[in-house]
């Protein structure tokens, strides 16, 4: 078969927007560091994301969840499970990028994000 014109621009591999794959992504990472203790109510939403310079860019996201005592759980004592969430979701966008990232993310809590993040996408 003739190679026919691209669906997607150049380097973008999946159909999902860079902001949904970067959400994607910390929220992986957040379930791989708290793996059992945390449910599958959460979300992440990319706050803002634009470049510094030619060799940073800035990210900030919010992770939701619906209750307080999860959002304690992602935190963590001293803020240590955050970190160590941000800095794994880092070091894989630096990775993909090529570029360093500066990663600031922030816990909210909304029991109702789930209808609130489905219908804004829809």
């Given at each position: 078969m003739p190679e026919?014109?691209?669906f997607y621009p150049d380097m973008q591999i999946t159909d999902m927007s860079h902001t949904e794959w970067?959400?994607?992504?910390?929220?992986?990472?957040?379930?791989?560091?708290l793996r059992q203790?945390?449910?599958?109510?959460i979300a992440v939403t990319v706050d803002e994301m634009e470049p510094r310079d030619e060799n940073q860019t800035y990210i900030s996201a919010t992770i939701w969840t619906t209750h307080d005592r999860y959002k304690r759980m992602i935190i963590?004592?001293?803020?240590?499970?955050l970190k160590q969430v941000g800095t794994d979701a880092r070091k894989e966008l630096e990775a993909v990028s090529g570029k360093r990232v500066f990663l600031e993310?922030?816990?909210?809590?909304d029991p109702k994000w789930p209808q609130?993040?489905?219908?804004?996408?829809?």
């Open positions: 026919g014109e691209p970067v959400a994607e992504l910390i929220r992986e990472k957040a379930f791989f560091r203790e945390l449910p599958y109510s963590g004592a001293g803020g240590n499970m993310l922030h816990v909210q809590t609130r993040i489905f219908t804004a996408t829809s």
